[in-house]
Structure formats: structure tokens, C-alpha cells
């Protein structure tokens, strides 16, 4: 029996994504199949990859030190499978999540530059919270994500990118502003918060628990620019990244509200993990992490 492509594959799938089922379903496979792949390689190799005796996809010393060399091979082999007869380079997909902020401010300008520069690696967008970011990830769906900083798994590769300054706003007059505010003067109002999904909505809910401050009965939407626009109706108090205000804070159309203590800084992470594209997505978020700039709406 014979060592093949398919098998490093699976086997790399298995090892990046933690278990059989996540490899299977990252490369759209049955878990059979890809359970099939491991023993037939298991069996060219003469050693076990995998501990059996562990519940989880846990690699032997021999199997740790294959990997290693598997993922040269499978490198090697999709930069030679990424030439035509014409020897150019075919596009490169990279499928990289965000969240609304990011959409609304440093990506734009980031992918028209990254096309100037490197027209041969193309981005597939996906826009969504930050929790379904990071699952989409975890089954292989997305290649890269940028999302506020949450529990990772052990082999994840994280970057952090930006400090994102937050604030807390509401209508002119619902607070008295000029002045500090104690958090537990905040007691009663109504939050406007980022759905159940939204990694942000969830620490901050946990944070202000630390005071005694219940925002599990808030306005919940899934819309940056709607969390905005109820605060600005009188809806309820909104929290938001604060540069991102500042058009709206300077024209007095939102009132700051400054709390005593100030309210957490928000970090920002390009996130990815071991991948036989590793040279690729390292290089895509190096240069994320250079224009990630989260201070200024792209369309202002």
C-alpha cells in the first residue's frame, strides 16, 4: 500500500481541526472516509499516527514528527498544482470572516490595496458576529478571521491587531452628561446590545455583571448602524466603539456618557490555524495587522 496525497490531507485536516468529525466536515467528506485515509496511511508508514488510547486526535512522537514533514509536502505540492501550462501563478482564495466593524472601516481600502499589490490571492468576505466567525473557523469554513479577543483553541495561530476604545452613548438628556457616572447609577435603562452570537455583546454583558448591572433584557439587534440609530431615537443606551461615534458625539446627535470605572478596551485578533497554507495566511495576516485601523468610517 502507497502513501497518498488524500491521506496527508486528511491527516492534516484531523490534526488542525482536533477531531475526526470537524477534519470530515471541513473537507466535505464522510467521517468513514476520512477514518479510512488515516489507517490506510497508518498502514504504508508501518506506525501509528494517532494514540489510540486517547479519546481525542492526540498525534505519537513518531506521528507529531511526520506532520511536521506532511505539511512540507502538501505545501509543495499545491505551489506546484497552482501553475498553468502559461507557468502563472492561478489565484489563491482566502476566505476571511470579520465582524460589522470591520466592514465599516479598515477592510475596503485593505482589499483594494491587497488586490494592487498581490492580484493573485483573491478574499471570499464573509460578514457576521463574532461567535459564528470563529465556529465557521473551527470547521474549516474560513481560512482567517478578525475578531475581538475570546477563548481560541490550543493550536491557534492569534495575532493581536488593534486596542479598540468603547463608549457608552444615549440620546441628549436621558443622563446627565459633562459629569462621571457611577456604573451603578445605570441600574433600570435599557442596553442595546449586539445579538446572542456577538462574542463583543457577551463580555461586556459579563463585565457589567461584575457591578451588578443586568443587560440580558436589552434591545438585542444584529446591526452596528441599527444599535446606533435606537440610541439615537432614545431607545436605550448603546455601547460601540468610541472613534467610530465621534462624527455623531461632535454633532450632538448622541450624548457620551463617561462612567466611573471606565469601561474596557476591546482587542482585536486576526486568527488562524495550522493550515498547509501557513506561509499564505501568515503573510495575509501580517498585512491585516498593518491596516486594520478600526479609528475612521471608510465611507466619511
Not at 17 to 25: D, M, P, Q, Y
Not at 26 to 52: C, G, P, W, Y
Not at 54 to 73: D, H, M, N, Y
Request: aromatic fraction near 8%; include cysteine.
Amino acid at each position: 500500500m502507497r502513501l497518498t496525497y488524500n491521506q496527508l490531507v486528511a491527516l492534516l485536516a484531523v490534526v488542525d481541526c482536533g477531531t475526526f468529525e470537524r477534519a470530515a466536515s471541513k473537507l466535505n467528506l464522510t467521517q468513514s472516509t476520512i477514518t479510512k485515509r488515516i489507517q490506510e496511511l497508518e498502514a504504508s508508514m508501518a506506525f501509528a499516527v494517532f494514540d489510540r488510547s486517547k479519546r481525542q486526535a492526540i498525534l505519537t512522537p513518531q506521528g507529531e514528527q511526520f506532520v511536521s514533514q506532511s505539511r512540507e509536502t502538501v505545501a509543495s505540492f499545491e505551489n506546484l498544482a497552482s501553475f498553468n501550462s502559461d507557468r502563472k501563478a492561478i489565484a489563491t482564495l482566502v476566505r476571511l470572516g470579520v465582524t460589522e466593524l470591520s466592514s465599516l472601516t479598515w477592510l475596503p481600502k485593505f482589499l483594494e490595496t491587497s488586490f494592487a499589490a498581490d492580484p493573485d490571492v483573491q478574499f471570499e468576505i464573509t460578514i457576521d458576529m463574532s461567535r459564528n466567525l470563529h465556529s465557521s473557523l473551527e470547521t474549516g469554513e474560513l481560512d482567517l478571521i478578525v475578531v475581538p479577543e475570546m477563548p481560541f483553541q490550543f493550536n491557534a495561530h492569534v495575532q493581536q491587531i488593534a486596542d479598540v476604545e468603547i463608549t457608552l452613548i444615549g440620546k441628549p438628556g436621558m443622563i446627565p452628561t459633562g459629569e462621571t457616572v457611577e456604573i451603578s447609577r445605570l441600574q433600570g435603562f435599557e442596553f442595546i446590545t449586539q445579538g446572542k452570537t456577538s462574542g463583543f455583546s457577551k463580555s461586556i454583558s459579563e463585565w457589567f455583571a461584575n457591578y451588578g448591572i443586568n443587560t440580558r433584557n436589552s434591545v438585542r439587534v444584529d446591526s452596528l448602524h441599527a444599535m446606533v440609530g435606537l440610541a439615537v431615537a432614545g431607545r436605550g443606551l448603546c455601547i460601540a466603539p468610541r472613534e467610530y461615534l465621534v462624527p455623531l458625539i461632535k454633532n450632538a446627535r448622541v450624548a457620551e456618557i463617561i462612567t466611573r470605572p471606565k469601561l474596557p478596551t476591546l482587542k482585536y485578533c486576526v486568527v488562524h490555524y495550522p493550515s498547509p497554507h501557513e506561509a499564505l495566511y501568515s503573510r495575509v495576516a501580517a498585512n491585516i495587522s498593518g491596516a486594520a485601523d478600526f479609528k475612521a468610517p471608510y465611507f466619511i
